[in-house]
C-alpha cells in the first residue's frame, strides 16, 4: 500500500517539475520582453535603487554588481544589493522592477519584518541539511537492503531525510511572504519615488509576479517530497515490524 502511495507521489512530482521549468523559462522571457523597454525616467537601475535607498534613509546600505542574468539579490552579511551584469546599468522597466525587488528586501531588514530575520535564521541550517538528505536516504536503503532481522538502522536515516526536508518546507513556506512582500514594496516605491508611471508599475508588477511564481512552485514541490519520504519511513517502518 506504502509503495504505491510512494509511487503516486512520485509521479504526482513530474507536473510539478513541469511547471517549474515553464516557470523558469517564462520568467527570462518576460525579463527580456520588458528588458527591452526603456523607463521614461532614464535612469539605471542601479541609479533607481540608489534613489530608494536614499529616500528611505538607507545610505549604508551599498550597491554591487554580480556576473550573471538574473542573480539580483542582497545580502544582509555586508548590507550590500547586489545586481547582475544584464541589470545594473540597463534602464529598461524590467531591469529597474528587478533593483527595487532586492531594495525592498533591503527595506525589509532596516523595518524588522519578521519573515526576513526568520528566513535569514533558516539560512545555515538550510545550507546543512541540504547536503544531508541524499546521503541519509543512501543509507537508508543499504541499510534496508543488508539488515538482519530486527534491525531498524535504516528507518532512523529515513527519519534523519524527512527532519531535513521538513526543515527545507519550512524554509520555502517562510520565503514566500519575503518576496511577495519586496515585490509589493517594490511596487509601491517605485510610484511614491516618482521612477515609474502607473502604468510602467503595471508593467514592472508582470516581471515580478512571473518571478514570485518559482518560490511557490519551489514550496509545493518541497511539500511532495517530505509526503514522498514520510511514506518511505512509514513503509520501511512497517517491513522492519515483519522480520
Not at 534613489?51 to 549604508?60: C, R, V, W
Not at 539580483?72 to 551584469?85: G, K
Amino acid at each position: 500500500m506504502f509503495e504505491l502511495i510512494i509511487v503516486i507521489i512520485a509521479y504526482a512530482t513530474i507536473p510539478l517539475m513541469l511547471w517549474m521549468i515553464f516557470a523558469s523559462i517564462s520568467v527570462r522571457t518576460t525579463y527580456s520582453k520588458f528588458n527591452a523597454m526603456p523607463a521614461s525616467c532614464g535612469m539605471t537601475a542601479e541609479q533607481a535603487a540608489r534613489k530608494i535607498l536614499d529616500i528611505n534613509g538607507l545610505f549604508d546600505v551599498n550597491i554591487g554588481k554580480c556576473s550573471g542574468t538574473l542573480t539580483d539579490h542582497y545580502d544582509p552579511r555586508n548590507n550590500t544589493v547586489y545586481l547582475s551584469t544584464s541589470t545594473i546599468n540597463s534602464a529598461s522597466i524590467a531591469a529597474i522592477a528587478v533593483a527595487a525587488h532586492e531594495v525592498g528586501h533591503a527595506i525589509q531588514h532596516a523595518d524588522g519584518y519578521a519573515p526576513i530575520k526568520m528566513r535569514g535564521a533558516l539560512v545555515p541550517v538550510v545550507n546543512v541539511v541540504s547536503r544531508m538528505i541524499t546521503p541519509f536516504l543512501l543509507l537508508g536503503i543499504i541499510f534496508e537492503f543488508i539488515a538482519v532481522s530486527g534491525t531498524r538502522i535504516s528507518v532512523y536515516f529515513y527519519f534523519g531525510a524527512l527532519i531535513c526536508y521538513v526543515l527545507y518546507a519550512l524554509f520555502t513556506f517562510i520565503t514566500l511572504p519575503c518576496e511577495y512582500n519586496a515585490s509589493s514594496r517594490a511596487k509601491t516605491q517605485l510610484v511614491e519615488c516618482g521612477i515609474l508611471t502607473q502604468e510602467e508599475t503595471n508593467t514592472a508588477s508582470k516581471v515580478l509576479s512571473s518571478a514570485a511564481k518559482t518560490y511557490l512552485i519551489s514550496f509545493f514541490m518541497s511539500l511532495a517530497q517530505v509526503a514522498r519520504i514520510l511514506l518511505i519511513l512509514l513503509s520501511a517502518r512497517n517491513r522492519s515490524n515483519r522480520r
